[in-house]
């Protein structure tokens, strides 16, 4: 795989309509706190391009006035943003405390062999990124984890595991044909 840090700049550009929804994030606060609008900058290249590359977030430090590091340290503060291309998948596996006690390991282990990848890795096919997450809020309900950021699964046993990877690459081949 290669390095995603060195793709090509205008592969991650910011078109004129990207500057535009900038300007509008920008224009709901105080003249003087632009950079308040740095998350919603972040999100706004990742749904254009599907991750945030260091050159998005060089164009965004410069567009909000701030220093280069203080965007990339928003981006990889929140694991909402992807630093990398992922999967059309993204699971995102609590490794939290209460989680780990009530099986979040064995549901981990058991994720990355059916799989066939580790933590932080995407599947060849491209189907399923693999991701840690420190701590979705849902520990009443754990072991927990989130799918591409929207999709809370709870009380993950192998079983349930098995059926939401087997639903999601059935769902996938049903929008290829």
Same mark, same amino acid.
Request: aromatic letters at 6%; proline letters at 5%.
């Given at each position: ?9 205008? =592969?991650? *550009? ?5 500057? *535009?929804? +900038?300007? %509008? ?15 919603? $900058?972040?999100?706004? /290249?990742? @749904?254009? &391009?599907?991750?945030?590359? =260091?050159?998005?977030? @060089?164009?965004?430090?410069?567009? =909000? ?11 990889? +503060? ?5 630093? &990398?291309? /992922?999967?059309?998948?993204?699971? #995102? /596996? $609590?490794? #939290?405390?209460?989680?780990?006690? %009530? ?7 058991? !994720?990355? @062999? @059916? ?12 189907? +399923? ?6 701590? !979705? ?9 989130? /799918?591409?950021?929207?999709?809370? $699964?709870? +009380? ?12 999601? %690459?059935?769902?996938? *081949?049903?929008?290829? #044909?």
């Amino acid at each position: 795989m290669s390095n995603p840090q060195h793709t090509p700049a205008s =592969l991650h *550009a910011i078109d004129d309509a990207m500057l *535009a929804l +900038f300007a %509008r994030e920008v224009a709901k606060y105080p003249a003087d706190q632009a950079q308040s609008a740095v998350m919603a $900058c972040l999100q706004i /290249v990742q @749904k254009a &391009h599907g991750w945030v590359s =260091l050159e998005s977030e @060089k164009v965004i430090a410069d567009y =909000l006035g701030m220093p280069p590091i203080a965007v990339h340290e928003v981006t990889t +503060f929140y694991n909402m943003y992807n630093q &990398h291309p /992922v999967g059309k998948f993204k699971l #995102n /596996v $609590c490794t #939290n405390l209460p989680c780990q006690l %009530r099986d979040g390991v064995t549901a981990l282990v058991h !994720l990355e @062999k @059916k799989l066939g990848i580790k933590m932080g890795d995407t599947t060849t096919d491209g189907l +399923f990124t693999l991701q840690q997450s420190e701590c !979705l809020g849902a520990c009443a309900d754990s072991p927990v984890m989130l /799918v591409n950021d929207v999709t809370m $699964c709870s +009380f993950m046993s192998n079983d349930k595991l098995d059926q939401l990877i087997d639903g999601l %690459r059935t769902a996938s *081949a049903g929008e290829a #044909n």
